[in-house]
């Protein structure tokens, strides 16, 4: 077996092994260079492997609202190359090294990340700081990537059924917040930009004091830190004030509803709802509420709905964890022959039982089972200690929430999930879309 091959299937398993500290405290080690970049250590030895990862506090919400889908842009112009980094070579370096390397973006923050065998962290941390201070960003790198992002849109968004479903839902939750477009943005708006206006961006927003670098797995901390210091001690603070949006989008006040139609065969129906900020006791309850509602075939939407009544084909509900007060989504695809009106129906009638009826013992219970598992699960691989890491630190200044997060949701009781359920889920607070076939759409 060739070198790379071997490397990449330890990598793979490494992945997916059980952490060894994930069920007991993450210990990390957390510091800031003088250009600002924040930096958190988490040394685990458990296996060979390492994840260096790097967030940026930039979403879609800090674009100029006429140049759109800015920030996912950059997530993919800054493979490109840097001025010592051959343009297409970061791939097929860390490949060439048994890694692996991705990276995403959201309304909030853009994330990178490697995971390298441990002997190979210089690597990583070298190239990464090639992209905070030397990208190559010129007219060849950013045709190319028009075309990739454009295909990307197809892809992901308009050729996929349903694909359209997130951003239906914010552009018509939100009037005044930059959440209401998503951060696949307008392909006019990539079109028109200038390389100026890319390098601005640049300068304005990847710089240290805007980034957290976050690494976990088998790493020695002190000599770690001497290779931070010699990779991104020299990189000069970022000049230009980082745009923060202020703007708050106002309470809802009446029930909003849209048609939109697509290329679907079955009617889907979501209804949302806007929620209170991130990291306060009324946001994990609704964590909660949405989980009762959807997770797992005992869950309420697919007893009830998917099973004894067979209105809905596939239900389910969710929350995005957004930096800003975000939306509850909840949505169904119809069962052949069935209105989307009748599936509305029952959608709200179980939101109503969990405002009105008492929560069980039984089925509270395995809420908190469930969010001790999901807590302890997203835990158990390095790249997920870096990321949440970065993630608690970015969002709320608070990198030890890795530890304490989860007693956020023991602590919410049954009558705090009825009170925040009658709180929020109102229909003064709801939008609901109808996701219909194009085929039903009337002409002229």
């Given at each position: 077996?060739?070198?790379?091959?071997?490397?990449?299937?330890?990598?793979?398993?490494?992945?997916?092994?059980?952490?060894?500290?994930?069920?007991?405290?993450?210990?990390?080690?957390?510091?800031?260079l003088?250009?600002?970049?924040?930096?958190?250590?988490?040394?685990?030895?458990?296996?060979?492997?390492?994840?260096v990862?790097?967030?940026?506090?930039?979403?879609?919400?800090?674009?100029?609202?006429?140049?759109?889908?800015?920030?996912?842009?950059?997530?993919?112009?800054?493979?490109?190359?840097?001025?010592?980094?051959?343009?297409?070579?970061?791939?097929?370096?860390?490949?060439?090294n048994?890694?692996?390397?991705?990276?995403n973006?959201?309304?909030d923050?853009?994330?990178?990340?490697?995971?390298?065998?441990?002997?190979?962290?210089?690597?990583?941390?070298w190239?990464?700081s090639?992209?905070?201070?030397?990208?190559?960003?010129?007219?060849?790198?950013v045709?190319?990537?028009?075309?990739v992002?454009?295909?990307?849109?197809?892809?992901?968004?308009?050729?996929?059924?349903?694909?359209?479903?997130?951003?239906?839902?914010?552009?018509?939750?939100?009037?005044?917040?930059?959440?209401?477009?998503?951060?696949?943005?307008?392909?006019?708006?990539?079109?028109?930009?200038?390389l100026?206006?890319?390098m601005?961006?640049?300068?304005?927003?990847?710089?240290?004091?805007?980034a957290?670098?976050?690494?976990?797995?088998?790493?020695?901390?002190?000599?770690?830190?001497?290779?931070?210091?010699?990779?991104?001690?020299?990189?000069?603070?970022?000049?230009?004030?980082?745009?923060?949006?202020?703007?708050?989008?106002?309470?809802?006040?009446a029930?909003?509803?849209?048609?939109?139609?697509?290329?679907?065969?079955l009617?889907?129906?979501?209804?949302?709802?806007h929620?209170?900020?991130?990291g306060?006791?009324?946001?994990?309850?609704?964590?909660?509420?949405?989980?009762?509602?959807?997770?797992?075939?005992?869950?309420?939407?697919?007893?009830?709905?998917?099973?004894?009544?067979?209105?809905?084909?596939?239900?389910?509900?969710f929350?995005?964890?957004?930096?800003?007060?975000?939306?509850?989504?909840?949505?169904?695809?119809?069962?052949?022959?069935?209105k989307?009106?009748?599936?509305?129906?029952?959608?709200?009638?179980?939101?109503?039982?969990?405002?009105t009826?008492?929560?069980?013992?039984?089925?509270?219970?395995?809420?908190?089972?469930?969010a001790?598992?999901?807590?302890?699960?997203?835990?158990?691989?390095?790249?997920?200690?870096?990321?949440?890491?970065?993630?608690?630190?970015?969002?709320?200044?608070?990198?030890?929430?890795?530890?304490?997060?989860?007693?956020?949701?023991?602590?919410?009781?049954?009558?705090?999930?009825?009170?925040?359920?009658?709180?929020?889920?109102?229909?003064?607070?709801?939008?609901?879309?109808?996701?219909?076939?194009k085929?039903?759409q009337?002409?002229?």
């Amino acid at each position: 077996m060739k070198r790379t091959a071997f490397l990449s299937l330890l990598l793979s398993a490494a992945l997916f092994a059980g952490n060894a500290n994930a069920t007991g405290n993450i210990k990390f080690t957390e510091f800031d260079l003088p250009n600002g970049l924040h930096v958190i250590l988490h040394e685990d030895h458990s296996t060979p492997i390492v994840a260096v990862s790097v967030m940026y506090h930039v979403g879609s919400k800090n674009e100029d609202p006429q140049r759109t889908g800015f920030a996912h842009f950059f997530e993919h112009l800054l493979f490109e190359g840097s001025e010592n980094i051959g343009r297409g070579e970061y791939m097929k370096m860390v490949q060439a090294n048994g890694g692996q390397l991705n990276a995403n973006t959201s309304q909030d923050r853009t994330f990178y990340y490697e995971v390298l065998p441990s002997n190979q962290l210089e690597l990583a941390l070298w190239m990464e700081s090639e992209r905070m201070l030397h990208a190559k960003i010129d007219m060849v790198g950013v045709e190319t990537q028009r075309k990739v992002v454009k295909e990307e849109k197809k892809q992901r968004y308009d050729n996929t059924p349903y694909g359209q479903l997130l951003n239906v839902v914010y552009e018509n939750a939100y009037t005044t917040h930059p959440y209401r477009w998503s951060p696949i943005g307008k392909e006019q708006y990539i079109d028109k930009a200038t390389l100026d206006e890319f390098m601005n961006f640049y300068k304005t927003f990847y710089v240290p004091n805007n980034a957290v670098l976050s690494i976990a797995g088998d790493l020695d901390v002190a000599k770690t830190k001497e290779l931070i210091t010699k990779y991104y001690g020299d990189i000069p603070k970022g000049t230009t004030a980082i745009p923060r949006p202020t703007e708050v989008e106002p309470e809802q006040k009446a029930e909003k509803r849209v048609e939109f139609y697509d290329n679907v065969q079955l009617p889907a129906v979501i209804v949302a709802y806007h929620t209170p900020k991130m990291g306060t006791d009324d946001w994990y309850a609704m964590q909660l509420l949405t989980q009762m509602l959807s997770q797992g075939k005992s869950s309420r939407f697919q007893k009830e709905i998917v099973e004894n009544q067979q209105k809905g084909l596939a239900v389910g509900a969710f929350m995005i964890p957004n930096e800003d007060p975000g939306v509850a989504f909840m949505y169904g695809i119809t069962n052949q022959g069935v209105k989307p009106e009748e599936l509305e129906k029952s959608m709200i009638a179980e939101v109503e039982k969990v405002k009105t009826a008492a929560i069980g013992n039984e089925e509270y219970q395995k809420l908190m089972n469930q969010a001790e598992n999901d807590f302890v699960t997203q835990n158990q691989r390095v790249q997920g200690i870096a990321e949440n890491l970065a993630t608690y630190y970015t969002y709320m200044h608070n990198a030890d929430l890795i530890n304490t997060e989860l007693e956020h949701y023991t602590k919410i009781t049954k009558e705090d999930l009825k009170r925040v359920a009658n709180k929020y889920f109102t229909k003064e607070n709801r939008l609901v879309v109808y996701y219909l076939p194009k085929a039903q759409q009337k002409k002229g």
